[in-house]
Each structure stands twice: as structure tokens, then as C-alpha cells.
Nanobody
Framework: VQLQASGGGLVQAGGSLRLSCAVS????????MAWYRQVPGKQRELVAG???????TYAEAVKGRFTISRDTAKNAVRLQMNSLKPEDTAAYYC?????????WGQGTQVTVSS
């Protein structure tokens, strides 16, 4: 399984970005999909996750601003990020898990200027 993340970039504070993670096969079997982020020198942290039944979880820091979604038709997981803050600057990674394995995508850099 290959994961290809895209959508990162440079944006001013208050702006929006939408990250997409294209998966190389059907996502129907993945019981959990998520976005994590990492800043150099710090541990990777969960930003948002979505279960196969649609239940979502969010880091406290992004609640009300970020929305995670699954696109079964296009085999993708997305992260809509609104009202971005400089502290959201990080490399963002998509993650998928099924009953037998887990996979990480490559990072996509998000930089929010003040």
C-alpha cells in the first residue's frame, strides 16, 4: 500500500489549506485513518483520526478548526484546515491501519506565517 500526501504549503495566519492523502488501493478495509504532525525535535502527534464507522477524534489544539474526512470513492483521506495559526507549522503525515498492518505516508510541510 502506498500513501501519497499533498496539499501542504505556505499560508498566512488565518488562512486555510486542505491536505489530501491518496491511497493506492481501496480504503474500505482500513479501520482507522489519521493525520499526524511533527515539528523538528519533537514527537509526532496525532492531529485527527477517523474510524471506519465515521467516528472522528481531534487534538484539543485543532478542535473546531480542522476537519478530517474519508473519500471512499477516491480512496483518500483529507484534512481541511481553517483558521491556521503559526503553531500549526509542521510536517503532516497521513496514517492508515487495517487488521494486519499500518502505513505512513511521506510528510507534507505546512508553514503558517504570522
Amino acid at each position: 500500500v502506498q500513501l501519497q500526501a499533498s496539499g501542504g504549503g505556505l499560508v498566512q495566519a488565518g488562512g486555510s489549506l486542505r491536505l489530501s492523502c491518496a491511497v493506492s488501493r481501496s480504503i474500505a478495509s482500513f479501520n482507522y485513518m489519521a493525520w499526524y504532525r511533527q515539528v523538528p525535535g519533537k514527537q509526532r502527534e496525532l492531529v485527527a483520526g477517523i474510524a471506519i464507522v465515521g467516528t472522528t477524534t481531534y487534538a484539543e489544539a485543532v478542535k473546531g478548526r480542522f476537519t478530517i474526512s474519508r473519500d471512499t470513492a477516491k480512496n483518500a483521506v483529507r484534512l481541511q484546515m481553517n483558521s491556521l495559526k503559526p503553531e500549526d507549522t509542521a510536517a503532516y503525515y497521513c496514517y492508515v491501519r487495517d487488521s494486519t498492518a499500518e502505513r505512513w505516508g511521506q510528510g507534507t510541510q505546512v508553514t503558517v506565517s504570522s
